[in-house]
């Protein structure tokens, strides 16, 4: 099918028209570009042109909670933006509420819901009532089915069971390891893969080691401790899978190297630091096997210090167990430790030398759009206090998990969306600052080119979606970023360098051993 780029609201580069022709060509597809190089547009062109040729009616996209609106927002939604055809759309998620595009009887019909609703068996069964041969299913954020196990991932399993056609949309395909592909490519087609399960891919693709189990068949490496064969994986998944990375399709402005800015630890707050990180080594030295997520449940104690804060936090295991998860992520099999002692604020160091470089910031520019990440809900609420209190004429946004503004969350992150997406942010100073994962996904933030990590996600996947919210198109200026580290008073490394190397280094943080965090943590 020949695409006529001039039907399109907005030009489409070459990239993306290639990405549309594969979506015409294959049933089944995954569009892994980097975050930004317009993976949604891809496909809602793609859908148009498929049911002009009418080869569907409809399309299913299941997204993540926090990325619903960037589809169905009806005045800043990707739909609103790039429908060319007569389109109803509507959001399942309790009660049905929608919108039209376009006049005439005849129209595309779009279903809009989300990972976490459709668990449950009768939403599903209702939703699976509008699965035909002729529906496209959308997977939007498809890192969401990667656990094989999970809710959701049978839950869409069972949608494209019914779909003629499906698309998975992921900027990182493999967050965490290859094993993060089995259950994307079984939703694709278990033609893909040809296994016949997870033990099967595991044989194949998976080096064990680790800790054994002794079964009727004799002992059992439980742990993965490397990967083989991966040339065969990859050539599996080669004639369905597209990824661009931004700097090969797109002209867009350059991402500034990242500036490390310098707080030093009070004598106090450095004490309490170091007696933790000491007891947090003599613990480790004492296990016996490996447990990297209790151990990185231990280590956030060290990342709180250095955020300024203790206690009162819910623990987090990275990709599942955090106080702000995004609800769509996999079932977590072990209940989260929670920290029941009070919240103490043990130090301001970071805040301090951010409100101090923000001070020279708006000097400089009065204009200024700034976006801001925070690892802990305790440090963006106190974030945003001082924020109203310093700059009473600053526009104040946040996204997050719950509410922080006395709005509710989603009308929050709506209006957040608003301040720094380039169609409406208005004139005048605007800081908007989120979370990792809640706040740090499908967002258009281009009308902010500066961006500031005050605390510091343990995910690189969560990392690299943060930074994709103004490093795609419709940005227009070079991207300045910061990271706000942690140091002792006499210049002494804290866990704030460990996790800014090993984020830039590209390291699985959460299948660390507990070795190498003895030995980060020793480097100090």
């Known amino acids: 099918m020949n695409i006529n780029p001039a039907i399109f609201r907005q030009a489409p580069f070459k990239h993306q028209l290639i990405g549309m022709e594969a979506l015409l060509r294959n049933e089944y597809f995954m569009l892994g570009d980097e975050m930004g190089a ?16 009418e080869q569907i009616t409809r399309v299913v996209v299941v997204a993540p909670a926090s990325v619903v609106d960037v589809w169905f927002n009806q005045e800043l939604g990707e739909l ?7 389109s109803t759309i509507q959001h399942f998620h309790g009660r049905w509420r929608g919108w039209n595009y376009g006049e005439g009887t005849e129209r595309l019909a779009w279903i809009i819901s989300n990972y976490e609703f459709i668990r449950a068996e009768h939403r599903l069964e209702e939703l699976l009532d509008f699965c035909t041969m002729k529906t496209m299913l959308v997977l939007d954020e498809s890192s969401a089915i990667k656990n094989y196990r999970a809710a959701q991932t049978r839950a869409c399993a069972n949608l ?46 998976a080096e064990m080691g680790g800790y054994e189990v002794k079964t009727p068949w004799g002992s059992r490496a439980t742990q993965i401790v490397g990967w083989k064969n991966l040339d065969d994986l990859q050539r599996r998944f080669a004639p369905f899978v597209l990824r661009r990375l931004k700097k090969d399709c797109l002209d867009l402005p350059p991402v500034l190297p990242p500036v490390i800015q310098t707080a030093t630890l009070t004598e106090p707050t450095w004490k309490l630091y170091k007696e933790m990180r000491d007891s947090m080594v003599a613990w480790l030295n004492d296990l016996t096997v490996s447990v990297a997520p209790q151990t990185i449940t231990k280590v956030m104690r060290l990342s709180q210090i250095t ?28 209940p989260p430790v929670v920290d029941s002692s009070p919240l103490q604020e043990v130090g301001r160091e970071k805040l301090d030398v951010h409100l101090e470089w923000l001070d020279q910031m708006l000097e400089e520019d009065p204009d200024l759009k700034l976006l801001v990440w925070c690892r802990f809900i305790p440090e963006l609420r106190r974030l945003l206090k001082e924020w109203k209190i310093k700059f009473p004429n600053a526009k104040i946004g946040a996204i997050a998990g719950q509410s922080m503004l006395g709005q509710p969350k989603k009308d929050e992150r709506a209006e957040a969306l608003r301040l720094l997406d380039p ?21 258009n933030l281009t009308a902010c080119h500066t961006m500031v990590n005050l605390s510091f ?12 919210r103004v490093d795609r ?21 804290t866990i704030d360098h460990t996790i800014v190397k090993a984020l830039r280094d590209k390291s699985d943080i959460a299948i660390w051993t507990t070795s190498a965090w003895v030995k980060a943590l020793m480097e100090e």
Not at 38 to 53: R, S
Not at 80 to 86: C, E, N, S, T, Y
Not at 170 to 197: E, F, K, W
Not at 457 to 468: I, L, R
């Open 38 to 53: 317009g993976k949604t547009f891809q496909t809602i062109g793609a859908a148009q042109l498929l049911y002009q040729a």
């Open 80 to 86: 609103a933006k790039h429908l060319f055809v007569p």
């Open 160 to 205: 494209r069971r019914q779909c003629g056609r499906v698309v998975l949309l992921n900027g990182t395909p493999i967050a965490n390891s290859p094993m993060d592909m089995y259950s994307q490519g079984l939703v694709m087609h278990p033609d893909i893969l040809c296994c016949r399960g997870i033990t099967h891919f595991r044989a194949r693709y």
């Open 307 to 334: 955020s300024g804060i203790i206690g009162g936090v819910e623990a987090e295991i990275p990709e599942g167990l955090n106080d702000d998860r995004p609800a769509w992520l996999p079932d977590v099999v072990d």
């Open 423 to 443: 169609r409406t942010a208005p004139t005048g100073p605007v800081f908007v600052g989120g979370t990792y994962g809640t706040g740090s996904l499908g967002l």
């Open 457 to 468: 996600d343990y995910s690189y996947w969560k990392s690299v979606q943060s930074a994709a």
């Open 473 to 493: 198109p419709g940005q227009t200026s070079p991207i300045s970023m910061f990271d706000v580290v942690a140091e002792g008073p006499r210049g002494q490394r």
